[in-house]
């Protein structure tokens, strides 16, 4: 599928294809935690995992709940999602046994009634981006899910742009097109930076 045609829905598909995928959490001091997560389910735009209460992982989750996932499939694509994993604490067998059902693999980590020292948590609202380092240009789109606004990064081109060139010969992905201002494509944008850090007249400005 190319990445222009892709809907949030397929992001999310995305990470369960990728399955083993990086989950970062703050802790209660503040600083990053990172580690390998399975991806267990996803369904109408939502994407469940669990976790043993025992875990740290279990703690911060319960204490902020701010998580952002990345992962990367042999094809060079990257998806991120950044958003807030929500303990689901009705019908927590149904969806414990539910993901065992759907990842009969964890029957060998933690089997018989141990399972139910894990706990089923799901992200139902975030922010996605898709990245496809295998082109050149590279690609990258942004999308939402339940309710949330999609978000904006990068560089633009104010009015004080005179016109003179800069940006473009600096631009490693050459995806700046001569205009009234010149104008950057978006969606092959790397975010470097270079094209503000040498416009002459400071008109190159970040997003968001």
Request: aromatic residues 10%.
């Amino acid at each position: 599928m190319d990445m222009k045609d892709m809907t949030a829905q397929d992001c999310l598909n995305a990470l369960r294809e990728m399955r083993d995928v990086v989950f970062s959490t703050v802790d209660q001091n503040g600083s990053p935690r990172a580690r390998i997560i399975d991806i267990m389910l996803v369904e109408d735009e939502k994407l469940y995992f669990c976790t043993a209460r025992g875990k740290d992982f279990y703690l911060e989750l319960i204490q902020n709940g701010n998580i952002a996932v990345t992962g990367l499939n042999r094809e060079w694509r990257t998806v991120r999602l950044t958003g807030k994993a929500v303990l689901l604490d009705n019908n927590k067998k149904y969806w414990i046994d539910r993901i065992f059902t759907e990842n009969p693999s964890m029957n060998g980590v933690y089997p018989g009634e141990s399972r139910y020292i894990l706990d089923p948590f799901c992200i139902a609202s975030g922010q996605l981006e898709a990245f496809d380092l295998s082109k050149t240009p590279i690609e990258r789109y942004y999308f939402a899910f339940g309710g949330e606004k999609a978000r904006e990064a990068g560089f633009y081109i104010t009015d004080g742009c005179i016109g003179c060139g800069t940006c473009a010969e600096n631009c490693p992905q050459q995806c700046i097109e001569s205009g009234e201002p010149y104008q950057i494509r978006q969606n092959n944008c790397l975010h470097c930076g270079l094209c503000a850090e040498n416009c002459p007249t400071e008109s190159v400005i970040r997003r968001g």
